[in-house]
């Protein structure tokens, strides 16, 4: 990555020695990179380890549930997308939009929730790929939980952004030949499974050996599975606070091409649901299947059969939560190539997530505290070093989180289902803030604070009335208390908010939001009630409406507001019908038919996985060259010069580059 961007600096003149072009990328990023990176942002080691981990416990519910259950988030960001480039589209964090609206308490109320998400996700960043790393070479989890981020922090201060988004793709290309690889493996070449039917006819097997709670006749064949869907409950609004509260996806959005945002975020939702459903279906239900497949051992060749000894012995609950499925049957599968495959997979899944996390906390850490409330005439070099000083004293923060919750003994797959309880009860206020005039400061301040105190309480009153009044990190796990916790997080912070917009509404015309870091304006000041500051010329601040961001539209054609607004009204559509088809039209009947698949109904099932493997492949591995060919074309111009007429290939600026606007 470091000599990505030594060659894109050369060849093309793109260099991440400013601060916005570290920080976002200098907000001109096309779609196919967009969606790629959003891929990569949003495979972590728990979309691997935990898609798996559920699809062996629930069956082929597991993977349609975490997948589709953590899917329409991305689907429905698209729209706060299409509402930031239009209300703020200079901003560099959500955290500066809710400052200018609401002020500094607000900023520092959900300051403390975005930073909340942001160590929570980056903690099942580090515990799922330390305990892989561990698992597969034997390396310390210790050494595992810093050398993880640390390691990816040297790229990512050398490159910034851009330097972010290029390693997302070459993650993602990779990600998606190694899944592969397993499918065709796992259903096509393994003489333990093979095909399709023979997968079918093992899970069979073992659902008569080892029936599944709560699902129709015990199948693992079958989407009526009552703990899977509680599952899907929680998975959804869990997911709903990482992606919203999180930077990370509010930082492709700020690089993205105005034009084009909702199109990549449309993109790389459809794509990335195919990331967890295949390696899921894959590498989840083949652990479940090899526990049928007699090991070479095995005095007795039946599943029932005292005699039997299982290729893959039956896995604890433990090792379940650690995420350990998918890497056994890996390595079961191939033996040594399996688990290097996989631990390929893993490391470029946690290396590419976290060096989205670290970007982010540093912008978090350069503009919503260190130019708001320390430095706020900041030079431009003080930010950049405060950029590159943000991403280190977080890489270090990540590494000693990972120790803390190691030691207390919680598993990713524990805070995996942890996170809806203590920031479901923001996602609400923070979608209102962005796009709705009436959104009451209070309403959605309060909201959040009273949703967050009725999360904890549910979640704490449920595991102490189910568990015979006992209360610690196993029996706070449960199903049942993690799905009280998550209702009552995000239920009451989005009654309460929305409720109090309705009787008190504001009646804000966002002209404050559009005028942060505006061309030719001066820095706003740290009290939105307070004045701007007037620039060095005398002259003051101009106030920012939608007729001047029309004006400054005629300097950058892709900020008109008609278009951006139809963008948004797109992207409305389009994210709500396909949540609809995802989370209720599809697997909400055929729950309720309790149907156990035959082999032709599961084969119908493995086959639409497999293809919608290739198309979202195709959106981002094969799309975002194509669509850069120019550039691509640009860099083997200069790489050829230099190599017949050594230093002439470096980029030089035309004239009418010289200034942007111009």
């Known amino acids: ?7 894109q600096a050369r060849y093309t ?9 570290f920080s976002s990328a200098s907000r001109s990023v096309k779609p196919g990179l967009i969606a790629s990176g959003i891929v990569s942002a949003w495979t972590w080691a728990a979309t691997l380890l935990q898609s798996s981990a559920v699809a062996y416990r629930y069956g082929i519910s597991g993977p349609w549930w975490y997948a589709a259950g953590a899917t329409v988030q991305v689907l429905l960001f698209a729209q706060l997308a299409a509402k930031l480039k239009l209300n703020a589209p200079y901003a560099h964090t959500w955290l500066e939009i809710i400052a200018m609206r609401w002020g500094t308490v607000a900023h520092l109320v959900f300051m403390g929730f975005g930073l909340a998400t942001n160590l929570i996700v980056s903690s099942m960043l580090v515990l799922g790929g330390s305990a892989t790393v561990t698992s597969l070479t034997g390396m310390s989890t ?5 050398l993880i981020p640390l390691g990816v922090s040297i790229y990512v201060v050398v490159g910034g952004m851009r330097s972010t988004l290029l390693c997302d793709y070459t993650h993602t290309t990779v990600l998606f030949a190694i899944i592969l690889t397993f499918v065709f493996t796992v259903y096509v070449t393994s003489g333990s499974i093979g095909s399709i039917s023979r997968m079918h006819y093992l899970l069979g097997e073992v659902s008569k050996t080892s029936p599944v709670a709560g699902n129709a006749a015990g199948s693992y064949l079958t989407l009526r599975s009552k703990n899977g869907l509680i599952f899907g409950v929680i998975n959804l609004i869990g997911n709903f606070a990482t992606v919203f509260q999180d930077q990370a996806y509010w930082q492709r959005a700020i690089a993205s091409r105005p034009s084009t945002t909702v199109k990549a975020y449309l993109i790389g939702g459809l794509a990335w649901f195919a990331v967890p459903f295949a390696f899921s279906t894959t590498l989840g239900l083949a652990a479940v299947a090899f526990s049928a497949v007699p090991a070479a051992n095995s005095a007795s060749q039946d599943p029932l059969s005292s005699s039997f000894i299982p290729l893959l012995a039956p896995l604890s609950q433990d090792a379940i939560s650690e995420g350990l499925p998918a890497s056994l049957a890996a390595a079961t599968l191939l033996g040594k190539p399996g688990a290097a495959a996989l631990l390929i997979v893993l490391f470029l899944a946690v290396t590419s997530a976290t060096s989205a996390e670290l970007i982010a906390v540093s912008s978090i850490i350069t503009y ?4 708001r409330y320390i430095n706020p005439k900041a030079t431009e070099q003080q930010i950049l070093r405060m950029s590159h000083a943000g991403v280190v004293i977080f890489g270090l923060v990540m590494g000693i989180a990972g120790v803390i919750f190691y030691y207390i003994g919680v598993s990713m797959g524990w805070l995996y289902t942890f996170m809806g309880v203590i920031l479901g009860s923001a996602v609400c206020p923070i979608a209102l803030c962005v796009t709705w005039k009436k959104a009451s400061k209070v309403g959605c301040i309060s909201g959040s604070l009273v949703g967050f105190s009725a999360g904890i309480i549910a979640w704490l009153v449920t595991t102490y009335t189910l568990n015979q009044k006992v209360i610690n990190v196993t029996t706070s796990g449960g199903s049942y208390e993690m799905l009280a916790g998550n209702l009552a997080s995000i239920g009451v912070g989005a009654i309460i908010s929305t409720a109090a917009s309705l009787i008190w509404p504001d009646d804000y015309d966002f002209a404050s939001t559009r005028a942060i870091n505006h061309r030719g304006t001066a820095v706003a000041s740290s009290n939105v009630n307070d004045k701007v500051e007037e620039p ?25 507001p008609v278009g951006l607004n139809k963008a ?3 992207a409305a559509r389009a994210s709500i019908v396909l949540t609809l088809v995802l989370i209720i039209l599809i697997p909400i009947p055929l729950f309720f038919a309790q149907t156990v698949y035959s082999v032709t109904g599961f084969s119908v099932w493995v086959i639409v996985g497999i293809l919608w493997t290739f198309v979202s492949a195709f959106a981002v591995v094969i799309y975002p060259p194509w669509e850069s060919r120019g550039a691509l074309l640009l860099i083997s111009r200069g790489v050829i010069k230099d190599i017949f007429s050594p230093g002439s290939g470096k980029f030089n600026a035309p004239s009418s580059m010289a200034e942007p606007g111009e």
């Open 13 to 21: 003149g793109v260099s991440p020695k400013d601060s916005e072009e």
């Open 1 to 7: 990555m470091v000599g990505l961007t030594a060659i």
């Open 568 to 570: 948004f009204k797109f």
């Open 142 to 146: 210790i050494a595992a939980c810093f």
């Open 536 to 560: 060095e010329n005398g002259k003051k601040v101009p106030y920012v409406s939608v007729a001047s961001v029309t004006n400054e539209a005629q300097i950058d054609p892709e900020l008109d």
């Open 368 to 371: 919503d505290i260190y130019v």
